[in-house]
């Protein structure tokens, strides 16, 4: 129970901690990075570093909610013959 409490306040502060950019902020910062590689506005390129930016982002979200799975779904937990629950479902 100790450890469940533990992750909870863990996760709160993380998504505490990642609400502190807004979006203008990050859209911003990725408007100065696709300036910062000569991109100019309002050319379809810099509409495509924009994009990829995002796509980038996403992408390094997904990975590390995939690589640590036992943080976010927990661990296996076998219980019984055959019987087994792994990242939120039951499976046989």
Do not use: K
């Amino acid at each position: 129970m100790r450890i469940a409490a533990s992750v909870l306040s863990l996760l709160a502060i993380t998504l505490a901690l990642s609400s502190c950019q807004t979006a203008e902020e990050i859209r911003a910062a990725d408007e100065a990075r696709c300036s910062g590689y000569g991109f100019r506005r309002g050319t379809e390129n810099f509409a495509n570093c924009l994009m990829n930016q995002d796509l980038s982002r996403r992408a390094d979200q997904r990975a590390f909610m995939e690589s640590d799975d036992d943080f976010f779904w927990g661990p296996t937990v076998v219980v019984g013959p055959g019987y087994y629950y792994h990242r939120g479902h039951w499976h046989r």
